[in-house]
């Protein structure tokens, strides 16, 4: 096949309210793993002769459980849920644009290749809203790492705190490490769940598919975000925590730390908790979406 199903007019109130309700499955459902993950990329290097902090995700999880207790797995999820419904809004939104400005007649078939853009398109918009909940997000997970009393004391105080310290340039701080692994990862996301799609159309014979297509082709697509975005994320979250001052021309300058002290291979660092969240992570978000859209169809929304 060439191409991908046609796309259908975006309701944007539909899109906020289904994407957001989804969103919050999407978090509900995975933001254990992210807190796993996000420790794993911003862990210290152990000295010479020493071990490291984690020896790897259950390792990870076991000390964050002993030590915590389990809501140490779910520090940080009000940024997450909070911004969760304008994101999935914004990026669908971005995506319908993305099409729109593609299409040459209402509902003429993507190829593939303009699927892509469009889902990449998307990436540029959710970034406004993404990178500050991603900043803040990824502070109160990794702060029980850091010896002393905690310096925030969740969501709202994180944000007063790097307002004050450095304006909205400290909230936003790594804004243009979001859009970089946003973009191309988007557009994966996108892709995969339409190539999806269309095959199981074709197999089925028909326009419409079964629940558990969208709920397969949901949690590939998270996979396969992921294995495009991770490299960025990794530069990302070890931006977003670092010290002022730490990394002073912001992403190279963290690319090339990196590269000295850890390799390549550090660029996958948390690659395991992603990998086995992104598929129930992204099959519960779009059978969120699904139950949604039933439940305003029913109500005649």
Same mark, same amino acid.
């Given at each position: 096949?060439?191409?991908?199903?046609?796309?259908?007019?975006?309701?944007?109130?539909?899109?906020?309210?289904?994407?957001?309700?989804?969103?919050?499955?999407?978090?509900?459902?995975?933001?254990?793993?992210?807190?796993?993950?996000?420790?794993?990329?911003?862990?210290?290097?152990?000295?010479?002769?020493?071990?490291?902090?984690?020896?790897?995700?259950?390792?990870?999880?076991?000390?964050?459980?002993?030590?915590?207790?389990?809501?140490?797995?779910?520090?940080?999820?009000?940024?997450?849920?909070?911004?969760?419904?304008?994101?999935?809004?914004?990026?669908?939104?971005?995506?319908?644009?993305?099409?729109?400005?593609?299409?040459?007649?209402?509902?003429?078939?993507?190829?593939?290749?303009?699927?892509?853009?469009?889902?990449?398109?998307?990436?540029?918009?959710?970034?406004?809203?993404?990178?500050?909940?991603?900043?803040?997000?990824?502070?109160?997970?990794?702060?029980?790492?850091?010896?002393?009393?905690?310096?925030?004391?969740?969501?709202?105080?994180?944000? =007063?705190?790097?307002?004050?310290?450095?304006?909205?340039?400290?909230?936003? =701080?790594?804004?243009?490490?979001?859009?970089?692994?946003?973009?191309?990862?988007?557009?994966?996301?996108?892709?995969?769940?339409?190539?999806?799609?269309?095959?199981?159309?074709?197999?089925?014979?028909?326009?419409?598919?079964?629940?558990?297509?969208?709920?397969?082709?949901?949690?590939?697509?998270?996979?396969?975000?992921?294995?495009?975005?991770?490299?960025?994320?990794?530069?990302?979250?070890?931006?977003?925590?670092?010290?002022?001052?730490?990394? =002073?021309?912001?992403?190279?300058?963290?690319?090339?730390?990196?590269?000295?002290?850890?390799?390549?291979?550090?660029?996958?660092?948390?690659?395991?908790?992603?990998?086995?969240?992104?598929?129930?992570?992204?099959?519960?978000?779009?059978?969120?979406?699904?139950?949604?859209?039933?439940?305003?169809?029913?109500?005649?929304?």
């Amino acid at each position: 096949m060439s191409e991908a199903a046609p796309e259908q007019k975006v309701n944007p109130i539909k899109s906020f309210i289904s994407g957001g309700f989804g969103g919050i499955c999407n978090v509900l459902s995975g933001h254990p793993l992210d807190t796993i993950k996000v420790r794993l990329q911003t862990m210290p290097t152990p000295a010479p002769g020493t071990a490291p902090l984690y020896k790897g995700t259950f390792d990870c999880a076991s000390k964050t459980i002993r030590n915590e207790g389990v809501r140490g797995l779910f520090k940080g999820i009000q940024a997450p849920l909070t911004g969760v419904a304008p994101i999935f809004a914004v990026c669908f939104a971005g995506y319908g644009l993305g099409t729109r400005l593609q299409q040459t007649e209402d509902n003429k078939k993507l190829s593939y290749g303009q699927v892509f853009i469009a889902g990449s398109f998307s990436g540029i918009f959710s970034t406004a809203i993404m990178a500050p909940g991603e900043r803040i997000k990824c502070l109160l997970q990794v702060q029980s790492d850091v010896k002393g009393a905690k310096k925030y004391d969740g969501m709202i105080d994180c944000a =007063k705190k790097l307002y004050k310290e450095g304006g909205l340039r400290s909230i936003f =701080k790594g804004s243009c490490a979001t859009m970089l692994r946003d973009v191309p990862a988007n557009g994966m996301y996108f892709l995969v769940y339409e190539y999806l799609q269309d095959m199981a159309r074709e197999k089925s014979g028909g326009e419409n598919v079964g629940v558990y297509s969208a709920l397969f082709a949901g949690g590939m697509a998270g996979m396969s975000y992921w294995i495009l975005g991770m490299p960025a994320d990794v530069l990302k979250s070890r931006l977003q925590t670092a010290p002022e001052g730490t990394y =002073k021309h912001g992403i190279r300058s963290v690319f090339a730390d990196l590269m000295k002290k850890d390799g390549p291979l550090a660029l996958y660092r948390g690659v395991v908790p992603v990998m086995i969240r992104a598929f129930p992570a992204n099959a519960a978000c779009f059978f969120g979406i699904e139950v949604c859209n039933t439940f305003m169809k029913k109500v005649g929304f």
